[in-house]
């Protein structure tokens, strides 16, 4: 087929959801055109109605979902009245889908090569010895070490990396001429996350593939599209070539997404975070006129109308009235969506305090293997996992320290140990020189008020049965024995404090959004007014708006109660905006401690290095850094001598780094430290760009 045919058109598409005797609609009017060897990008917010608009397009809608209007055309043939026996034929021979979430899509019960067979021998035919050589093929395309060990294993013993893996291998088995990726990334750190963007470009490389990308990552876009297609409350808003969106957007919720992205180096004392008011309107509320004329601060009289989709020089189209004027510069962007105030420093910071809020010191933490019976049988010792290694940290009032680190490194092990989840083998906690029982169990109430965790799923974290006003005004009676009234006062304040109306109270988690929910997590963790909170991952699933909004609500709770906080994240834009200090954790040991306004200048320990490379970044001039990690963490139950990071880095000496432990390299002027052989004066010569 000519290049010049499209791979898939959608033209006026509306998908509309039966709920009780009315259909809402999902999506309304859109037209997305893909031509062979493009990646077309598809953001916007959860809710927005991307992954709708991907199972439209597999005819894979669930019983209560119909194609209302417009066709969908594959290679020129009209598929979105096949029925479902009809396109068998194309779900993973023509059209194939990468999930999110590849755990939950592979089949615990069979080998992970068995299940990539299966497909070859359904769609290609192949008989089993043939399917199988072509497994291990694909694994080895797909850069999995040792391919005969992998096609052996279950989904549950390999990485999440390696998972997601195996799925693009699945995908691209038949040579799919169209390949859906739904968020495929989101889940993973930003080392994994960006060897996979890597390998999907390289993979369809001159490919007669199209390729549809749905994210709400918009440093993934940077990274890997040619085009994108900006979706809001299922109303497609503006359509452009990279370039063009990134560098002038015409569509206010376009420049808002973008403004919420946290930027390498930027940090809460130099500005707040921009974020979208509001949220997306549910399905039976989103009325007539322009979409997105509730949160947005251009709207006018006229966007009581729903503006058309128009087409600007050709190359791209935007809905919105007043794109002309931000076209033409004659509206100023750069005040939209700014932050509500600036960050304000606890005052206790500024004075020397009598006691840190937190401190760890050389925390060990252990776990035994898990052993067959016949090693239970003839083994007289169990293997130990040592998962943290000597760390000590210190926290000051007011202040956050940022962990960052792969999955995997600790960070969590650590957290874990810390508010005696997990009893360390050895260490000690002191919270203001309270010494804290490494045992939770042992734990008094006073310690306990102390320090609270905010977990990165406010879904598993909030019971279900529980209002949010049970949950919180529980938390007052256990830890501080308030109730009644003063515990009721107490949470409608809090509730406010997180900027959500006091009708919440009365409702149930399943009645929130996820942004809401976390909202409600960080309140009941902010509400006894502790010493130290920990929070493990808390914005890592959310939109880039909703993540900005957690972010100023975490620093303004900061401010008021000057709770010390400990902030565990791979993501190192986030770390870096919201963290005084900076720990890098590798395989349960601290690689770099340092400033937040230092972590982004030369030197850099030569593992950070990887981490801020692997970081996709929003500004297009900053599009495609080129150090790597090869592989994955070295198992921990592996004794490893010498540095930690020696069998991955990029920097490796030689035979000094896997025999001697680094010492501690100390600048004096910043008080940066770094584990490694390199000086700082070496490191600071290899890191200076080009």
Request: glycine share 6%.
């Amino acid at each position: 087929m000519s290049r010049e045919v499209p791979i898939l058109e959608v033209k006026d598409l509306t998908v509309a959801y039966r709920i009780g005797d009315h259909w809402l609609e999902a999506i309304r009017d859109v037209n997305l055109t893909l031509h062979a060897g493009q990646i077309y990008g598809l953001v916007g917010e959860s809710g927005s109605g991307k992954t709708t608009l991907a199972m439209a397009i597999l005819n894979y809608l669930g019983e209560n979902g119909k194609i209302r209007k417009g066709s969908i055309v594959f290679e020129g043939e009209e598929i979105s009245s096949l029925s479902k026996e009809a396109m068998r034929s194309y779900w993973g021979r023509k059209i194939a889908l990468v999930p999110q979430n590849p755990l939950s899509s592979l089949n615990p019960t069979l080998p992970v090569g068995e299940q990539v067979q299966e497909v070859l021998r359904y769609h290609l035919k192949m008989p089993s010895a043939v399917a199988h050589q072509r497994v291990l093929e694909l694994f080895e395309r797909v850069r999995l070490a040792d391919p005969e060990r992998v096609a052996r294993s279950y989904p549950h013993q390999i990485s999440g990396g390696m998972q997601q893996r195996v799925m693009i291998a699945m995908a691209l088995a038949t040579s799919p001429r169209l390949l859906l990726l739904d968020e495929p990334t989101t889940s993973l750190d930003v080392t994994t996350q960006a060897s996979i963007l890597d390998l999907i470009k390289e993979l369809i490389q001159g490919q007669e593939m199209a390729v549809l990308y749905v994210t709400h990552n918009l440093g993934v876009v940077v990274e890997l599209c040619h085009r994108v297609a900006v979706l809001y409350a299922g109303e497609l808003v503006e359509d452009a070539p990279l370039e063009d969106l990134f560098s002038q957007p015409l569509h206010p919720y376009t420049y808002g997404l973008l403004k919420s992205v946290p930027k390498l180096g930027q940090n809460k004392r130099e500005q707040v975070l921009s974020a979208i008011p509001g949220r997306i309107p549910a399905l039976a509320q989103r009325g007539s006129g322009c979409i997105f004329r509730a949160r947005c601060p251009l709207a006018i009289e006229a966007c009581s109308v729903r503006p058309s989709l128009e087409q600007v020089n050709g190359q791209r189209s935007t809905r919105c009235h007043r794109w002309q004027e931000i076209a033409h510069q004659e509206i100023e962007l750069s005040h939209l969506f700014e932050g509500e105030e600036a960050f304000q420093e606890p005052v206790s910071i500024r004075k020397q305090a009598e006691a840190s809020a937190l401190d760890a010191e050389g925390i060990v933490v252990e776990f035994d293997t898990h052993q067959s019976l016949i090693e239970s049988i003839f083994s007289h010792r169990k293997r130990k996992i040592k998962a943290v290694k000597d760390v000590s940290i210190h926290i000051q009032p007011g202040e956050t320290l940022g962990l960052v680190g792969e999955s995997g490194s600790g960070k969590t092990s650590l957290a874990r140990a810390i508010s005696g989840l997990n009893e360390p083998e050895a260490g000690s906690i002191r919270i203001y020189g309270l010494p804290a029982s490494p045992k939770l169990s042992k734990r008094n109430r006073e310690v306990l008020r102390r320090l609270q965790m905010v977990f990165q799923n406010p879904e598993e974290a909030l019971n279900p049965f529980m209002t949010v006003g049970e949950s919180l005004r529980r938390q007052l009676f256990v830890l501080q024995g308030i109730r009644g009234e003063e515990a009721q006062r107490a949470a409608e304040e809090m509730v406010r404090a997180v900027q959500l109306p006091v009708e919440v109270l009365n409702r149930r988690p399943n009645q929130l959004s996820g942004g809401e929910k976390q909202r409600i997590a960080i309140a009941r963790a902010f509400i006894t007014n502790p010493d130290v909170i920990i929070a493990d991952e808390p914005v890592s699933s959310l939109d880039v708006s909703v993540q900005a909004a957690i972010l100023n609500l975490i620093n303004r709770l900061q401010g008021t109660f000057n709770n010390g906080l400990l902030f565990i994240s791979h993501d190192l834009a986030v770390v870096g905006y919201l963290a005084d200090q900076i720990a890098v954790i590798y395989l349960g040991a601290l690689m770099q401690l340092c400033r937040a306004a230092d972590l982004f200048e030369p030197p850099y320990h030569p593992y950070t290095e990887a981490l801020l490379s692997a970081v996709p970044s929003v500004e297009l001039e900053k599009k495609g850094q080129t150090i790597r990690l090869q592989g994955d963490l070295p198992s921990p139950s592996e004794p490893i001598t010498g540095c930690p990071f020696h069998s991955r880095c990029p920097r490796k000496i030689g035979a000094i780094c896997e025999r001697e432990a680094p010492p501690w390299r100390v600048d004096e002027r910043t008080q940066k430290r770094i584990y490694c052989h390199y000086t700082l004066e070496e490191l600071v010569q290899l890191q200076a760009p080009i």
